[in-house]
């Protein structure tokens, strides 16, 4: 089953739910586009927002390079609440897998995991989570559903 997020430009809608530790899970929707640059670059925008909270729109600006096998890529990414990050992805034939990691952020020592299980062409199943300190406090997790915008 090949995939077509990540692996095929494109647009894709998010609709799921956002939990932070110790809160109510509240609606995240989002979009995502995908474009491909060279053969082996390509780079991803996501704007997350949260609908009838006061919580601020997160914004994601990734770059990043498949290897020649692809099934591996690394990235580096702009997040607007969290910094800069960098991370790495494998590519398996029912999901895609990342990990990440925020650089400059000694203290808190913050990384997570993304996971996209495909459903089909057009569908996806996402879910996340981002870590803290030495003992990897899960501080927030993230699923949802992405569907391909035609």
Do not use: C
């Amino acid at each position: 089953m090949a995939h077509t997020f990540l692996m095929e430009s494109g647009q894709w809608l998010l609709e799921g739910n956002w939990l932070d530790r110790d809160q109510m899970p509240i609606t995240v929707r989002g979009k995502t586009v995908v474009a491909w640059h060279q053969s082996d670059w390509f780079s991803m925008v996501t704007k997350l927002v949260f609908p009838g909270t006061e919580r601020e729109d997160i914004v994601l600006q990734y770059r990043g390079r498949l290897d020649s096998n692809e099934r591996e890529y690394t990235f580096v990414l702009q997040h607007s609440q969290l910094g800069k990050i960098e991370g790495e992805g494998l590519i398996g034939p029912e999901s895609i897998v990342q990990r990440y990691r925020v650089l400059g952020d000694e203290r808190q020592r913050r990384n997570g995991f993304e996971t996209l299980r495909k459903i089909d062409s057009s569908h996806y199943y996402y879910s996340s989570g981002t870590m803290a300190g030495h003992s990897l406090n899960l501080i927030n997790v993230m699923e949802a559903t992405l569907e391909r915008k035609s």
